[in-house]
T-cell receptor
Framework: DAGITQSPRHKVTETGTPVTLRCHQT?????MYWYRQDPGHGLRLIHY???????DKGEVSDGYSVSRSKTEDFLLTLESATSSQTSVYFC????????????FGQGTRLTVV | GENVEQHPSTLSVQEGDSAVIKCTYS??????FPWYKQELGKGPQLIID?????GEKKDQRIAVTLNKTAKHFSLHITETQPEDSAVYFC????????FGSGTKLNVKP
């Protein structure tokens, strides 16, 4: 398995609180992605990064921010969690952009109550 | 942006039968088409992929076909086994991956 670790694996939080999810890789891949997975929607891209401090928005970025201060770490922050952000979040990494295998982490199940 | 549609959403087959999952895409610039398998409680894992310059690719019991003119691609699993039961996702990519909504495959022993 590719060296990707997501933390925490499970989290329950209250509406309005900030939440940060962490993705750590040991593969030295340039590209890192955050997806959310919801029934009937597959995997939707929230944000991605193409290098340290280089990030861009995906298709469902509202309410989320990201940071990448080191090659190995990509953080996803929900500034003020809402119930609509209850989901399973996956981090993925790839060597190049969109034309090679993306390796996924184990996922973080986030529940906003 | 790209729009990927995947059918069926659920598929139930008898062990030993074949399973076919179909996807369509909208952006003719998409040039890479991976298929992922997701087992319960795990992240998706690549099982096979195809590039736009190839029409078909096989790997043991799985195969993928691509029709660029019609903008559709399909996953074929032959001689299905209970361990093939999972959720399967197709994706189309130019620079970013766009995923289908998934197919839950159930292989009955």
């Amino acid at each position: 398995d590719a060296g990707i670790t997501q933390s925490p694996r499970h989290k329950v939080t209250e509406t309005g609180t900030p939440v940060t999810l962490r993705c750590h890789q040991t593969e030295n891949h340039r590209y890192m992605y955050w997806y959310r997975q919801d029934p009937g929607h597959g995997l939707r891209l929230i944000h991605y990064s193409y290098g340290v401090k280089d990030t861009d928005k995906g298709e469902v970025s509202d309410g989320y921010s990201v940071s990448r201060s080191k090659t190995e770490d990509f953080l996803l922050t929900l500034e003020s969690a809402t119930s609509s952000q209850t989901s399973v979040y996956f981090c993925a990494i790839s060597e190049s952009e969109g034309d090679t295998e993306a390796f996924f982490g184990q996922g973080t199940r986030l529940t906003v109550v | 942006g790209e729009n990927v549609e995947q059918h069926p959403s659920t598929l139930s087959v008898q062990e030993g039968d074949s399973a076919v999952i179909k996807c369509t895409y909208s952006d003719s610039a998409s040039n890479y088409f991976p298929w992922y398998k997701q087992e319960l409680g795990k992240g998706p894992q690549l099982i096979i992929d195809i590039r736009s310059n190839v029409g078909e690719k096989k790997d043991q019991r799985i195969a993928v076909t691509l029709n660029k003119t019609a903008k559709h691609f399909s996953l074929h699993i032959t001689e299905t086994q209970p361990e093939d039961s999972a959720v399967y996702f197709c994706a189309a990519s130019t620079a970013r991956f766009y995923f289908g909504s998934g197919t839950k495959l159930n292989v009955k022993p």
